[in-house]
């Protein structure tokens, strides 16, 4: 299979807006942090148990564009893809939805390459990769 | 003059870093922020007067690679450049190096356009547009 | 009534954590802040709507007692009480349990005082001070 | 000698604000880090050899008296003084002023205890603890 689907929800912390009055764009990379972890656990993997097993997923590229301002209060929904982008590197994809009106505020991509503790690059458990080759 | 580039200095704060021992990649481009506002300080701005004046410049766009990890009190340097990227939207680059080596940490870019205070899209002071043109 | 409780779910991001592998002593307070967002929601208020109705609830103290650290990915319960400390002033006590294992995390309390649009020092609206009273 | 004090100083970002057009509180914290780390630094010591030799500083108690806010772009001093508070509680107090008009705005106090890589509490090193007793 070579995309699969999840779906998170969060609502804007007061601690995310900026005096613009909407959310500080960085913190939209926290927000997808939480899509790719809950879409992992979605398929049955925890990212946590996936770093205590000794491989991380840092990130090596990120962008996002951002079409209309998430703001205070509000509920999103972040809906995640992730698939293999080559024999190392994995590729999550995500719209950021606001739940009122259904508008996508948001679409962004991260891009990761699985390394071992001591920062060498590494494959993702096999299982893992198979389900998103 | 088409490009003008900056630099602003930081250190890296604990409270920047993440779990993986590193700086979590969404606070890069906090220090992004500081690289255009102390750009614009350098060419004679203040983005704060510019704010207070009634125009404000979202982020519309924001992209970044990561190459090699930033670490906790690594001093580093914020090299950015602004240009007009068409009749309204002003793009920024950066480069982040690091101090002790100077390594190329990342490179990332972020469009804007800019707003009034109701957030309608409007045109820089005349006098900031023909500095970028 | 002198006291009433609230609770509030969150689950601990990776941007929480620092190097130290626990969550970065800061971030706590933007929990506490969901905890007093959520008991008032369960109120029957809304924090955006009271300050979209011009009263802001700024925090002039805050302390945090830290029992033991919270982890990524513990999910955590906020347990929020509320109460009026003087005739302007609003305190809220929080308690941070974690669920996997019900142990209190941290204690902390936050003092507030109302204030119109313009920063000066008001009164909350009166169906919510009886509540509090 | 039973105090010493240090300065750092830091310029508002504008990730630091939030919709109510100041600084959020939460993020004082992370300034008051970076006063105690220069005043280590200040002192000779760097926070970050102390915890590469196995030693780090982690945060029991936090309070903090928010006095005036801090805005956007605003200049800040933070004045950090530190002491043995017990055999092995080390209290950092911290005052934080604004350059352009000398006020202070908060004041604050954080208390640690040294810990061993695996979270048990032990000594600071001797000269450390001889310099803050």
């Not at 990379?29 to 939480?34: K, L, S, T």
Request: glycine fraction near 8%; charge should be neutral.
């Amino acid at each position: 299979m070579s995309e699969l689907a999840g779906t998170a929800r969060i609502r804007v912390r007061y601690a995310e807006t900026d005096q613009m009055g909407v959310v500080y764009h960085g913190n939209y990379f926290a927000w997808f942090e939480v899509g790719r972890v809950e879409w992992l656990r979605q398929l049955g993997w925890s990212y946590k148990a996936l770093e205590e097993g000794g491989v991380s997923l840092p990130v090596i590229e990120a962008a996002c564009q951002y079409r209309h301002p998430a703001r205070y209060d509000d509920e999103l929904e972040i809906r995640t893809t992730g698939r293999m982008a080559s024999g190392v590197r994995v590729e999550f994809t995500y719209a950021l939805v606001r739940l009122a009106d259904g508008r996508e505020l948001a679409t962004a991509r991260t891009m990761h390459v699985p390394v071992t503790r001591d920062g060498r690059p590494c494959r993702l458990p096999v299982a893992l990769r198979e389900m998103l080759a």
